[in-house]
């Protein structure tokens, strides 16, 4: 199983970045697809998720309207497509693919990371 994102970088101030997660060794589609950022000092804080399927998305307040989450099944792929960016933007932006089972309970599975740093 891997998770591997890109796409982090240097970003001016309403700038704006794609970022992508290439899923390996899972049902990838059986999967809601998250990704999660860790701003420093802070705790690791969940930002937008889509279920599978793709139907239902959501975002925490903060990128609503500026974030876009999408998935492609068929390349297994996951994107967060981050516009008007601003300083309290930067973090390490992390993928993560979740899927409840039973009896096993949540399944996780997590990427290494990328950085994502906006400033003039």
């Known amino acids: 199983v891997q998770l591997v994102e890109s796409g982090g970088g240097l970003v001016q101030p309403g700038g704006s970045l794609r970022l992508s997660c290439a899923a390996t060794?899972?049902?990838?589609?059986?999967?809601?697809m998250k990704w999660y950022r860790q701003r420093p000092g802070k705790e690791r804080e969940l930002v937008a998720r889509i279920k599978s399927g793709g139907g239902i998305r959501a975002y925490v307040p903060s990128v609503k309207g500026r974030f876009t989450i999408d998935r492609d099944d068929a390349k297994k792929t996951v994107s967060l497509q981050m516009d008007r960016l601003n300083p309290e933007d930067t973090a390490v932006y992390y993928c993560?693919?979740?899927?409840?089972?039973?009896?096993?309970?949540?399944?996780?599975?997590w990427g290494q990371g990328t950085q994502v740093t906006v400033s003039s």
């Open positions: 060794g899972f049902d990838f589609s059986r999967y809601e």
């Open positions: 993560n693919a979740n899927r409840y089972q039973e009896p096993i309970g949540d399944v996780d599975y």
